[in-house]
């Protein structure tokens, strides 16, 4: 069964530096998302992509973050400067259609600790 | 702004019995609803969905219901199984066509009694 892939499954890096999380989605899928979920709350969306833009992010988004689709497979995601409070699990997800007709199919998360 | 919300942060049922995990909404804009399990160190996965044109949309052991006009949906889980102990995430979105930004719910810790 086609399922979404990421990379590293754990990443720990100090405060300020710079981490990118990394992604294969379900490879017939048109929009990807990245969410994340700090420990003990609920899963939040940060941004969604489609046809190699950003079609909307969240106010967590901000210009720290940045994502690109590098080749015809992986879909990243980039914080420039890490803060403490970026720690949480950063789930990848992708879907076939959008519109309200196709579920989102998820990663098994990036865990990012910053130091 | 819980634009989603469970109100029960936890559920415990007997093996064999119904779990019934519930969820509001407040955004009268959203139109598609999600169920998804997620066990601890690991990503949510999917269940079942609904959109708003139906009222219920059944697969297997597990049933979606969904009341428009009280802004309420519930999901059924019919016989549970220990395997089914997990935290259930409702969540929601406003079908668009450039993509779909989905609501989750804070989720309910379901716990199945052998």
């Known amino acids: 069964e086609p399922e979404v892939t990421q990379t590293p499954s754990h990443q720990v890096t100090q405060m300020g530096q710079e981490v990118i999380l990394r992604c294969v989605p379900i490879s017939n899928h048109l929009y990807f998302y990245w969410y994340r979920q700090i420990l003990g709350q609920k899963v939040e969306f940060l941004v969604s992509f489609y046809n190699n833009e950003i079609s909307e992010k969240s106010e967590i988004f901000d210009d720290q973050f940045s994502v690109e689709r590098p080749d015809g497979s992986n879909f990243t995601l980039k914080i420039r400067s890490t803060k403490l409070e970026d720690s949480a699990m950063y789930f990848c997800?992708?879907?076939?259609?959008?519109?309200?007709?196709?579920?989102?199919?998820f990663g098994q998360g990036t865990r990012l600790t910053v130091v | 702004d819980q634009q989603v919300k469970q109100n029960s942060p936890s559920l415990s049922v007997q093996e064999g019995r119904i779990s019934i995990l519930n969820c509001d909404y407040t955004n009268s804009m959203f139109d598609y609803f999600l169920w998804y399990k997620k066990y601890p160190a690991e990503g949510p996965t999917f269940l079942i969905s609904i959109s708003s044109i139906k009222d219920k949309n059944e697969d297997g052991r597990f049933t979606v219901f969904l009341n428009k006009s009280a802004k309420h949906l519930s999901l059924h889980i019919v016989p549970s199984q220990p395997g089914d102990s997990a935290v259930y995430f409702c969540?929601?979105?406003?079908?668009?066509?450039?993509?779909?930004?989905?609501?989750f719910g804070p989720g309910t810790r379901l716990s199945v009694l052998p």
């Open positions: 997800a992708s879907s076939l259609l959008t519109g309200g007709k196709s579920e989102a199919f």
């Open positions: 969540a929601a979105t406003q079908g668009r066509n450039y993509g779909q930004n989905f609501v």
